[in-house]
């Protein structure tokens, strides 16, 4: 059996997602779709609209066959940590291709990404800290190079993607086969014609979405996010949580080094009755992306240190699959080398899954719906099995 | 000028808070009425009624001439600690004789405490870690020797003060004052006939209280208290702390040991929606008082630390005074050794001040009024004077 590999959010998984999965499976002539999707928070340090169980879901009615959790200490990061975290988990499930969406499909990002590399690597000026504005050096080197810089978020991705590729050594083994993106642009916030809008319009539209997404997502998106992102409400806990920690322990926190720990005590307890919009547009500032600060104070909010940071490993976490994507990982079970979650025992919650879990639990600690207070997300669960139905 | 010494909490300060203070300044022809009172939390672990401030304003205005703080590593303790960093700071006033309430005024407290402390040093099973269980042993041996135990709670401050006198080795020079409490008990709920009641049925009335209390504590006390004590609101606060926060770092905290960090984390990992009345009735045992608990709650609240506590010093923090505790406390300058805070730099913030800055952010960022949310209980603050009207 031959698998192609994807890489995503699906925050919530609409149209463009299935058209995504069908095109990926048709262009590689694929058995299964395997995809590692990020768990309970995305890449910008927010909580994801609905938990990973719901999210796997909708990808399996959708036509994924496999779904895989990105753990938190790599879905929550810059790209380059992002990328190398997923193409981690598809190489070790015996993944060699992977399909992307991008707003220029026509470029070769693979090849781009080892010119870029080659002249990077041979640079004087080759940082250190290189980690923090990988991104950005690339991006400078292939201005210089090719001539132009890629600015849209997917080609972004893509490019990140060859980059992780080659920073693990798979660069010949890996296939990257972009796919052009359909109509909606990644941040449009408004609903178009047709049938595939952006996960961000869909998130923030009041009017009927189905059009876009399953009858199933349809109507939970129509009861609202399960979890409110970055507004006060989630800031009061940010205020608590910095307000009573001593600033040598807010310096332990991952990522907020160079005097953030005390810039950040210091706004608030100046102003404890400030609010999240005032707050945002003072704390932040050119040097961090908003996305960056949105990680950091998501950190903060977990009690996430640097040191718990480097010490996190990649794992297998299965959320769902069908029978398919079932018989596949009985194919792959012999060449798989990283650990398999596949029921959390009592360990794994203070090891490998320590992040998760706890991130998990104060996903499910801040949902607004009752019912979704008590569906524990890591505790005794096990990964769904999405029947198909004879079509 | 000679100073009578009061230990107090104030909350809030009512008629038989005044009429104490008279008493005390009669029974010893004492010139100035000198009082240490618990700052924004009080002995049981919780938020006081109103702030600091508030209580010293209400008991300058009810005959007190001299208001100081009580650090919080001090009134956040069991009674023994209480009583010694009391005793510490108004021995370091130039006081030398205290006047309190006792159910058994009759009683002789230094007298017994010295009989009790005798034997319980003579005792072969003198325990290492006898802070824990203080009073209760002095009680033990003080039952076997005069035949009954303290059971009041007055009576158990004031034999709780003669042993701190005992154990700082003031015995000999400080002299304590029982005087019969009247009427209201302490913990009495409900309001009495006449003009004094207890400070918790004031906590609790729903109906006019201005019998008992100063006008402005009446009109205060109808405005509901400054910040919520121990309810689901507070509990919330400390769920998200407990879920976010390793059990390795939960056993730092103070008092949160012998595997109660453990249990309080499973407790509410494995019911994240338990509301504080079930909480308490499962994480209650006999082994600890409910005081205890909520201090200990309180503790973790603030991630007070083991560390912290024990480095927590005793020092002078001036909050209210008139005309004639301003002249008593520079007559007595020349003789204080502790450190004086009566405007706090910023340095005092994170070394001196730390806790009580820390405990004070808590209280002011859980004011329910906006007013007392943007009223800072330690930066820039200084002692509030009282100028006494001509009577």
New interface residues.
């Given amino acids: 059996m031959k698998a192609v590999g994807l890489i995503t959010e699906y925050n919530p998984f609409h149209n463009g997602h299935a058209y995504h999965a069908q095109q990926a499976r048709q262009v590689t002539n694929a058995d299964v779709v395997v995809t590692v999707m990020s768990g309970n928070y995305v890449q910008r340090g927010e909580p994801a609209i609905f938990n990973k169980w719901r999210r796997t879901e909708l990808a399996l009615a959708g036509g994924v066959d496999l779904v895989y959790e990105l753990p938190f200490a790599f879905a929550v990061q810059p790209a380059h940590i992002f990328a190398e975290g997923a193409l981690t988990i598809l190489y070790d499930l015996g993944v060699r291709e992977i399909v992307f969406g991008a707003e220029h499909a026509e470029l070769d990002f693979m090849a781009l990404a080892k010119v870029a590399h080659k002249q990077l690597v041979d640079h004087a000026d080759f940082k250190q800290d290189y980690r923090q504005t990988y991104a950005t050096q690339f991006n400078d080197v292939l201005e210089t190079i090719i001539g132009f810089r890629l600015e849209n978020p997917n080609d972004l991705l893509g490019f990140a993607y060859a980059n992780a590729a080659i920073a693990l050594g798979w660069a010949d083994e890996m296939v990257l086969t972009p796919i052009q993106r359909v109509k909606a642009g990644y941040h449009d916030a408004s609903l178009p014609g047709g049938h595939i809008a952006s996960a961000t319009a869909l998130r923030s539209a009041s009017e009927d979405v189905s059009a876009y997404v399953s009858p199933q997502a349809a109507d939970w998106l129509s009861e609202g996010p399960e979890t409110y992102a970055w507004s006060d409400k989630w800031f009061d ?1 940010l ?3 910095v ?5 040598e ?1 807010l310096e332990l926190i991952y990522q907020l080094n160079d005097g953030l720990a005390y810039r950040l005590k210091r706004l608030i ?2 102003n ?2 400030v609010t999240w919009d005032d707050f945002q547009a003072t704390f932040k500032s050119k040097r961090y992306t908003q996305a960056r600060l949105q990680r950091t104070l998501l950190y903060t ?3 996430i240190t640097t040191e718990e940071m480097k010490q996190a490993r990649p794992y297998l976490r299965l959320l769902g699959s069908n029978g398919k994507g079932r018989q596949y990982v009985k194919q792959q079970r012999e060449s798989i080398t990283l650990p398999t979650l596949n029921r959390v025992g009592k360990d794994d919650l ?1 090891d490998l899954l ?1 992040l998760d879990f ?1 991130a998990g ?2 996903y ?2 801040c949902a607004q719906q ?1 019912a979704y ?2 569906f524990s997300q890591d ?1 005794r669960r096990q990964p769904i099995f999405y029947e198909e139905t004879e079509s």
């Avoid at 307000?243 to 600033?247: F, K, R, S």
């Fill in positions: 806990l205020k608590y949580k307000l009573t920690t001593p600033v322990q307890e100046t404890p009755m909010l977990l009690q203070t320590q706890r639990q104060l499910q600690y009752i207070q008590s505790v």
